[in-house]
């Protein structure tokens, strides 16, 4: 969990997020970071793509790399439940 703890503080408005749904048909795409708390992280709004993601739990099952959480199943807004099993890579602005 410190590590995760690490990377929320390191994210912030105006990073993007790559996203990937590893479902039968694997969904992905790239947002950009609006809003960062201790319990999720939002992101600016486009048409059929995740609008919140939180944070993983103690107890969940994810693995942190670099900038990166994988084999992470996440509450989002699409249905209010666990989803399929997500990576989200955060990268800093250039």
Do not use: C
Not at 21 to 42: C, I, P
């Amino acid at each position: 969990m410190e590590r995760l703890q690490e990377l929320i503080a390191l994210v912030q408005s105006g990073w993007t997020v790559h996203w990937t749904s590893h479902e039968a048909n694997e969904f992905r795409g790239q947002l950009s970071v609006a809003e960062v708390s201790v319990s999720e992280v939002r992101m600016n709004p486009t048409k059929a793509a995740p609008s919140r993601y939180t944070w993983p739990l103690a107890g969940d099952d994810f693995t942190i790399e670099g900038t990166a959480i994988t084999k992470y199943k996440a509450d989002h807004a699409y249905t209010g439940g666990r989803a399929s099993t997500l990576t989200l890579r955060f990268e800093a602005p250039r």
